[in-house]
């Protein structure tokens, strides 16, 4: 499988991690992808791929891609064989600049390209895509479109600087000492996060430290999970395994064996990272 990856350009670089290209056969037909604070947009080039998140009781068929906000359970991705697609990896905040709605209804709700925006411009994205067989053209063409559709939006200073210090804590900063430093009332700084990233700030740090936490594991050693739970904050073993299986789908258990799985039959693979065998 090629994936082919790079950073943005200026304005673009504080709210995109990276934009990528991804062609060929996907390890596994499904993947589960845990939920970690990172906002997605997918547009395709090839066959329709299938979503299933824990809102659907069935597979959704996504044919021109999909931008989904920052999710808050595990959601199933159905890779078409052979794959071929451009997408974006946002930053929490980095979505909603190019977005026409707030980003909570994106929560766990993926929405087609051209439902954010419009059948024209999705045609002519895929047109000038596909006119190409280079991905390094093909991102500099949607790094183009991106340019062209970033506005601006309410408070995203604000929940940029906010969701900082969230991440810069792993999730453990004191959720309400943030409005205080920003001199901000709690109910307004949630209703940032809500439009900008589609999650409270108490939600968004939960997802952090889960994630900080589930990295952090070394799947080839012994796991002492009470430990791992105790150190990441949790009250107890129950409460986390609870978050657990809501992030992953999985149990901390089941979780390091399907690690062991992907890690095993496909080690160095280029979605080495967060996506689990849902097979």
């Known amino acids: 499988m090629e994936y082919v990856s790079r950073l943005p350009g200026p304005l673009l670089d504080g709210l995109i991690d990276d934009l990528y290209y991804l062609e060929g056969a996907p390890p596994y037909t499904r993947l589960l ?10 547009v395709n080039l090839g066959a329709p791929f299938l979503i299933r998140t824990a809102t659907d009781g069935a597979a959704v068929a996504y044919a021109d891609g999909c931008a989904v906000t920052t999710p808050t359970h595990a959601w199933e991705f159905g890779y078409p064989s052979p794959t071929r697609s451009v997408g974006v990896h946002f930053k929490p905040w980095g979505l909603a600049p190019f977005l026409p709605m707030p980003a909570a209804e994106l929560c766990d709700r993926p929405a087609t390209v051209e439902q954010i925006w419009g059948r024209a411009a999705r045609a002519e994205l895929r047109r000038r895509l596909t ?5 390094g053209e093909m991102l500099t063409l949607l790094e183009e479109e991106l340019m062209k559709r970033l506005r601006e939006v309410d408070g995203l200073e604000l929940v940029r600087h ?46 952090y430290r889960f994630t900080f936490t589930v990295l952090a594991l070394d799947v080839a050693a012994p796991i002492d999970w009470g430990g791992v739970a105790a150190r990441a904050g949790y009250f107890d073993q129950a409460h986390f395994v609870h978050e657990f299986r809501e992030f992953t789908g999985l149990t901390p258990t089941r979780y390091v064996e399907v690690r062991q799985r ?9 979605l080495e990272g967060w996506p689990l065998p849902a097979d």
């Open 162 to 207: 906010l969701s900082t210090a969230i991440a810069d804590t792993g999730g453990s900063v004191p959720i309400s000492a943030l409005g205080v430093a920003a001199r901000a009332s709690s109910t307004y700084v949630a209703k940032r996060f809500k439009d900008v990233i589609g999650v409270t700030p108490k939600r968004l740090a939960r997802s």
């Open 131 to 135: 006119s190409t067989d280079e991905p």
């Open 33 to 42: 992808l845990p939920a970690a604070p990172a906002p997605l947009l997918i």
């Open 262 to 270: 992907f890690l095993r039959e496909h080690p160095d693979h280029a």
